[in-house]
């Protein structure tokens, strides 16, 4: 499904010379965040900035280990160490955000090659034992004790014309997001609504799958 | 498997938050000396005595901690600027401008420097009251959804804390309405019985079958 | 499907709808215990779990009529329209929303979708949002009268509240997950 959108695409840095000039790493990440663990869905994965973010980050561990070696003063390694703290957890937390995702649609990401594609080599490692690890429970607690053409953990009956027993994100849910410009008059996919104008640095409650490509090329940020 | 809605799933919680805010500027009057620091934040410093500076809150709170300096609350924190902001407040239906993140970083600088804070009682009860006015005002905001159905909801001037307080109720009964709203449109395809005993549009139903 | 394991789905369908069997059936006397036979003639109307029923009715072996309480006729219509806020929708369908979309997709019937509508916006404004206001930790009285639906909302509301009101408060700024400190208990 939706394959249309599976261009890679990195997040935001298209036509927004402003904001690349003045836009740090330490930001990107902060925005990374954010927007995976609004996102019902998982994006794609920020993997240059993340590899960005690894390198400075064991850069200022080496740099604190030195300090410490060196007999810096301590205000100075310990704030050192809290900028370090505070990077390392946004890391962090938007990685564990993208495995939890994993873990709930692991059937969903593994059959979708959109949604297979955003994830890293890692973490489709880790989809693909989340993966068999659920595949064998099924089996070994119920599916095999079932009768013929009940076996599948995709399918409820070898009837059943689609994988109609993969939990799915819902994409229709409601997500509040931010643009930091003005971007128009926009209009809502489905229904003959009126168009929503989107101001800038206004936060709006919008349905997640009308904002999807937005949040994709970065011209909207969720909050 | 995680299928179910869980109204928590996508919200920040109150720490997220302020982690988020702590990275917010503020003014700091060190009363030492410090070599710039190049962060993975940013470049800050350097740090000469009784000369201002900007720093992130989380920087400031940890120099403060410690004695190294006095921070400078920033503007909108004065109580002439907070009685403005709440008389209009109180006459408008509209929110006012604050900075997003308003209650974070008043939590934090009443907790971490109440001492650098001209007039703290008076401050706070602004803030208080400010916070109970705008709470006071979301609620009759939320009630405007219900009289005029709209799929987009724009939240002007709302703050990061408020909006992430009200996301759950706000998100699941936008869709609710939305749902509703749908399923009165749509002339649904279960609605002319299929000639043949063909096991229907399985789209979008749990079929007996399987169960 | 997105929700084939939400127990919320699952448990709306098994809601009751009246439904007149077309055809005679066999082996299925459980529906009506009159009778020795162990079958049911046609035209005789029984009451069925939605889930059942649906299946039935798109194979054309019953039609499908709608709970009283969705009934043009009925005066719970009347109640939801002249004071829906007070209206115990739940002892009437748990599901009320939820049963309520089901029905009228399945049988398109065009009155029970206003209906919903009507019910949620008046009942979202003099119940849902007062309760999410509502400043205290006592229940409030109309909550019984909720749907599973509209309880769902209302805890969200208040329980995002509540954190917020702990946040406030104080307390440790970083909480230790609860497994941390406590020895594991070890596996048998």
Redesign the interface.
């Known amino acids: 499904m939706d394959s249309g959108d599976a261009s890679g695409y990195s997040a935001g840095v298209d036509d927004d010379y402003e904001s690349l000039l003045s836009t740090?790493?330490?930001e990107l990440l902060?925005r990374a965040w954010?927007n995976e663990?609004?996102?019902?869905e998982i994006l794609q994965f920020e993997a240059a900035l993340v590899q960005r973010s690894r390198e400075?980050?064991q850069l200022?561990e080496e740099t604190v280990e030195e300090f410490s070696k060196n007999g810096v003063d301590p205000?100075?390694v310990?704030?050192?160490q809290?900028?370090?703290d505070?990077?390392l957890?946004l890391l962090r937390s938007y990685l564990r955000t993208r495995l939890q995702k994993i873990?709930?649609?692991a059937f969903h990401i593994q059959k979708t090659t959109d949604l297979w594609n955003r994830l890293s080599k890692q973490e489709q490692n880790f989809a693909e034992r989340c993966v068999d690890d659920?595949e064998q429970h099924l089996d070994q607690s119920v599916l095999s004790k079932l009768p013929q053409g009940?076996k599948s953990h995709l399918?409820?009956?070898s009837?059943?014309?689609?994988d109609?027993?993969v939990?799915?994100p819902?994409l229709?849910?409601?997500?509040?997001c931010r643009s930091k410009r003005f971007l128009g008059a926009f209009q809502?996919d489905?229904?003959g609504?009126e168009p929503?104008n989107i101001?800038a640095n206004?936060?709006?409650?919008?349905?997640y799958k009308?904002i999807k490509p937005l949040v994709e090329s970065g011209q909207i940020d969720l909050? | 498997?995680?299928?179910?809605?869980d109204?928590?799933a996508?919200?920040?919680?109150?720490?997220e938050l302020?982690?988020?805010a702590?990275?917010e500027t503020v003014e700091i009057v060190p009363n030492m000396r410090?070599?710039p620091?190049h962060?993975?934040?940013?470049d800050f410093g350097p740090f000469r005595p009784q000369i201002a500076t900007q720093v992130p809150l989380?920087?400031a709170v940890?120099?403060k901690k410690?004695g190294?300096c006095t921070i400078r609350p920033p503007e909108w924190m004065s109580v002439e600027k907070l009685t403005q902001v709440l008389e209009a407040e109180r006459d408008s239906e509209k929110f006012q401008s604050l900075p997003f993140h308003y209650v974070e970083i008043s939590?934090l600088l009443f907790?971490h420097a109440r001492e650098d804070i001209p007039d703290i009682y008076m401050v706070r009860s602004l803030i208080e009251d400010i916070k109970d006015v705008r709470?006071?005002k979301?609620?009759t905001g939320?009630?405007i959804?219900?009289?005029e159905?709209?799929?987009?909801?724009?939240?002007?001037?709302?703050s990061?804390?408020e909006?992430?307080?009200?996301?759950?109720?706000?998100?699941?009964?936008?869709?609710?309405?939305?749902?509703?709203?749908?399923?009165?449109?749509i002339?649904?395809?279960?609605?002319?019985?299929?000639r043949q005993?063909q096991?229907?549009n399985?789209?979008?139903?749990?079929?007996?079958?399987?169960? | 499907?997105?929700?084939?394991?939400?127990?919320?789905?699952?448990l709306a369908?098994e809601e009751l709808v009246p439904a007149v069997f077309l055809q005679t059936a066999n082996e299925v006397g459980i529906f009506d215990c009159a009778d020795e036979t162990n079958k049911v003639e046609a035209g005789t109307q029984v009451e069925m779990p939605f889930?059942?029923a649906?299946?039935l009715?798109?194979?054309?072996a019953v039609s499908i009529k709608v709970p009283p309480y969705f009934d043009t006729k009925a005066k719970t219509r009347n109640e939801i329209g002249a004071d829906a806020a007070h209206v115990d929708l739940r002892s009437l369908c748990p599901y009320f929303?939820n049963f309520g979309?089901k029905i009228?997709?399945?049988?398109?019937e065009?009155t029970i979708?206003?209906l919903?509508?009507v019910a949620?916006?008046?009942r979202?404004?003099e119940v849902?949002?007062k309760a999410?206001?509502a400043a205290s930790i006592v229940v409030p009285k109309n909550l019984t009268l909720l749907t599973k639906?509209e309880t769902?909302?209302y805890?969200?509301?208040q329980?995002?509240?509540a954190?917020?009101k702990?946040?406030?408060m104080?307390g440790p700024?970083?909480?230790k997950a609860s497994v941390l400190g406590r020895k594991r208990k070890p596996v048998e």
């Open positions: 740090t790493d330490a902060k954010r663990k609004a996102a019902p400075q980050i200022m205000l100075t310990s704030l050192y809290m900028d370090l505070r990077t957890f873990e709930n649609y659920m009940f399918k409820q009956s009837l059943s014309l689609a109609d027993m939990p799915e819902q229709d849910q409601y997500v509040i809502l489905d229904s609504e929503v101001e206004d936060l709006y409650a919008l349905p009308s909050v | 498997m995680g299928s179910q809605s109204p928590h996508f919200a920040f919680s109150a720490a302020e982690f988020l702590e990275d410090l070599e620091l962060l993975i934040s940013g989380w920087l940890a120099l410690r190294k939590r907790d709470f006071h979301i609620g939320l009630e959804i219900s009289k159905v709209t799929y987009a909801l724009r939240l002007k001037n709302l990061a804390m909006a992430n307080i009200v996301r759950p109720f706000v998100t699941q009964a936008l869709q609710t309405f939305h749902k509703l709203n749908t399923s009165e449109a002339p649904e395809s279960g609605s002319i019985p299929s005993r096991p229907v399985q789209r979008d139903k749990r079929v007996l079958k399987g169960r | 499907m997105a929700n084939y394991y939400d127990i919320d789905d699952i369908e889930w059942l649906q299946e009715y798109v194979r054309q929303y979309c009228a997709r399945l049988i398109g065009k979708g206003p919903l509508l949620f916006r008046t979202y404004r849902l949002i999410h206001t639906e769902k909302l805890e969200a509301g329980s995002s509240t954190a917020f702990k946040w406030r104080g700024r970083l909480q």
